[in-house]
């Protein structure tokens, strides 16, 4: 049963060492997420899936490794304490760093989740993990639309605001209006939003449970919406 639940955003530019002279820019961010990982961590998981955007769908069992070699860093992250191989994608390699961070060194494993996948896949996704352990605890990471500025990843569309505004609002009520359910999955696509599909993994996983929320950030430097939440 899923016990608690961090959503974060997955930028490799959270790792100070990647940011360099910008890294204190990020520094309110990296704060809240060390807030919604430890929410997690104090409800005491006995495994914690790392949900993220990926290119293809599929799981990463515990060991599988994250390099930012591509982004110029010679930086490795692993992810929980097995002896797996397998690459990470970009979005898991941040989460494994950001549980590294928090001091978690019990399970851990991943999930990739592409932004082709369907609303009802998302959600049986969402059920699997919650029935994984007896005390499951979710790292979500996704980011909102990339077209927020002129100067954002994907320039500037006139419905980036509204749909993060609804995200805001999911994320900060755990979904209770199902504002997240209800996101379409098109409209993400085309306003660049990373998140919908790990967001609808996480509303499936927490059906029913009555899991209080806090939102602990939303904004949009650079151009992209940022978002970060606990979930208990």
């Given at each position: 049963?899923?016990?608690?639940?961090?959503?974060?955003?997955?930028?490799?530019?959270?790792?100070?060492?990647?940011?360099?002279?910008?890294?204190?820019?990020?520094?309110?961010?990296?704060?809240?997420?060390?807030t919604a990982?430890?929410?997690?961590?104090?409800?005491?998981?006995?495994?914690?899936?790392?949900?993220?955007?990926?290119?293809?769908?599929?799981?990463?069992?515990?060991?599988g490794v994250?390099?930012?070699?591509?982004?110029?860093?010679?930086?490795?992250?692993?992810?929980?304490?097995?002896?797996?191989?397998?690459?990470?994608?970009?979005?898991?390699?941040?989460?494994?760093?950001?549980?590294?961070r928090s001091?978690?060194?019990?399970?851990?494993?991943?999930?990739?989740?592409?932004?082709?996948?369907?609303?009802?896949?998302?959600?049986?996704?969402?059920?699997?993990?919650?029935?994984?352990?007896?005390?499951?605890?979710?790292?979500?990471?996704?980011?909102?639309?990339?077209?927020?500025?002129?100067?954002?990843?994907?320039?500037?569309?006139?419905?980036?605001?509204?749909?993060?505004?609804?995200?805001?609002?999911?994320?900060?009520?755990?979904?209770?209006?199902?504002?997240?359910?209800?996101?379409?999955?098109?409209?993400?696509?085309?306003?660049?939003?990373?998140?919908?599909?790990?967001?609808?993994?996480?509303?499936?996983?927490?059906?029913?449970?009555?899991?209080?929320?806090?939102?602990?950030?939303?904004?949009?430097?650079?151009?992209?919406?940022?978002?970060?939440?606990?979930?208990?």
């Amino acid at each position: 049963m899923l016990v608690a639940a961090a959503v974060c955003p997955c930028p490799p530019l959270l790792l100070p060492e990647l940011a360099a002279g910008a890294a204190a820019e990020l520094d309110g961010l990296r704060a809240a997420c060390d807030t919604a990982i430890g929410a997690v961590l104090a409800a005491e998981p006995d495994l914690v899936w790392v949900v993220g955007p990926a290119a293809e769908h599929g799981v990463f069992e515990e060991g599988g490794v994250g390099s930012f070699q591509p982004y110029g860093v010679g930086r490795a992250v692993t992810l929980g304490p097995g002896r797996s191989s397998e690459p990470l994608p970009s979005s898991l390699a941040v989460g494994a760093w950001l549980l590294e961070r928090s001091g978690w060194r019990g399970d851990a494993r991943g999930l990739g989740v592409p932004d082709y996948l369907e609303a009802e896949l998302c959600a049986a996704n969402g059920v699997r993990l919650a029935g994984s352990a007896t005390r499951v605890g979710l790292l979500v990471l996704g980011e909102g639309s990339a077209r927020r500025s002129l100067k954002a990843p994907g320039y500037l569309d006139e419905r980036s605001e509204a749909f993060d505004e609804t995200v805001a609002r999911g994320l900060a009520g755990a979904d209770a209006g199902g504002e997240l359910s209800a996101l379409d999955d098109h409209l993400a696509f085309e306003l660049m939003a990373s998140g919908r599909a790990p967001w609808q993994v996480l509303t499936a996983a927490a059906a029913g449970l009555g899991l209080s929320a806090k939102l602990l950030y939303a904004d949009a430097p650079y151009g992209v919406g940022y978002f970060v939440a606990a979930w208990s």
